[in-house]
Structure formats: C-alpha cells, structure tokens
C-alpha cells in the first residue's frame, strides 16, 4: 500500500528539475474524475501511484513512484507539494499528527471524539451515524459507507485547522513566503 503523500517523478525539459506528479484532495475529492475513479479502487488505493496513474493516464514504466510519511519537515517532499499543503488542496486526504501543534491537535482530536467540528451540523450527522452503523444488525457495505463519511469529515476539519498557520506545527508555518 503506498504512503501519503506519493507522487511520480518524471524527467522534465531541464534534468535537474523532475516533473512532480501528484493528486490533491480536490482531484480526488471534489471532481467527477475522482469520484468515478474511486468507486474503482478499495480502500486507501486513492492515495498511490496506480491511482495517480489511473488519473493521468500514465504507463507503468513512466517515471519513478516515491512516496514520504515522515512530515517533520517539509524538506522531505518537493516544493510543489509543499504550496499544494500550505495552499488547503490536500483537503480530504489523511490527517498527518505531524503538521499540527500539541493544543491544534488536541482540539481537533477532542472535536473528533465528540463529532463537533465548528458547530456544523453534517459532523454532527457524520457521528451519529458511525454510532449507528456499529451497532448490531448494520449490514457490512452500509458500515463502510458510513465510515468513509466519518472520516472524510474528520479528515476535512484536520486539513482546516492546518490551514491556520499557527495551528502548524513550527518547521510548517513559514515557508516560500506562505505564512
């Protein structure tokens, strides 16, 4: 199973600058593409280089797969990346302890438990249907819908609190002039 993030590293017009390709959480999440690809794959497969693939239309044999889970530093990744982090497109994608404060994270975490996220409603629903889906008689396919749901909103409200630059853990709050 691939890593968050993972991209493909493809040669560019300059050799000492590789075409960086990635997915956001908006070409996963909130485009047509994505959805429709996502009804094909199981699981986390959203986040890998065969989705990616799949996405672009590239060959196996096409570029090199990498993939980095260690975000405490944002040196570990291409700066492309990077601005797509800083700039809320990975909305959606996993939630990463890393880039957040201990007291960031332990609001969202708090939040979390209880499915209040900013007072919205559809986090609220989110929960109460995860805590209806794990009682008895919940048939299999409508427990991992509801799953999906939940995290998706807790995932959703992660990526918002990171948004804020001094709920970012230090090594991500100033970054190519992001702030």
């Given at each position: 199973m691939c890593?968050?993030?993972?991209?493909?590293?493809?040669?560019?017009?300059?050799?000492?600058q590789?075409?960086?390709l990635f997915l956001t959480g908006d070409d996963v999440f909130r485009s047509e593409k994505g959805a429709a690809?996502?009804?094909?794959?199981?699981?986390?497969?959203y986040m890998g280089h065969g989705f990616i693939r799949l996405w672009l239309g590239i060959e196996q044999w096409?570029?090199?797969?990498k993939e980095c889970a260690d975000f405490s530093t944002p040196?570990?990744?291409p700066a492309a990346i990077v601005q797509s982090l800083l700039r809320g497109e990975?909305?959606?994608?996993?939630?990463?302890?890393?880039?957040?404060?201990?007291?960031?994270?332990a609001e969202?975490?708090?939040?979390?438990?209880?499915?209040?996220f900013g007072g919205e409603v559809k986090w609220i629903a989110a929960r109460a249907k995860w805590i209806v889906a794990h009682a008895e008689g919940v048939a299999a396919e409508e427990k991992l819908t509801v799953e999906a749901e939940w995290d998706a909103a807790n995932a959703e409200a992660f990526w918002a609190?990171?948004?804020?630059?001094?709920?970012?853990?230090?090594a991500w709050r100033e970054i190519g002039g992001e702030t």
């Open positions: 890593e968050f993030i993972s991209w493909i590293e493809k040669p560019g017009k300059d050799p000492t590789p075409v960086i690809l996502r009804k094909n794959t199981g699981g986390d497969d096409e570029g090199v797969d040196d570990n990744f990975m909305r959606g994608m996993p939630t990463v302890r890393a880039l957040l404060t201990d007291a960031a994270y969202w975490d708090a939040a979390r438990a209880k499915g209040v609190a990171f948004a804020v630059p001094e709920n970012r853990a230090p």
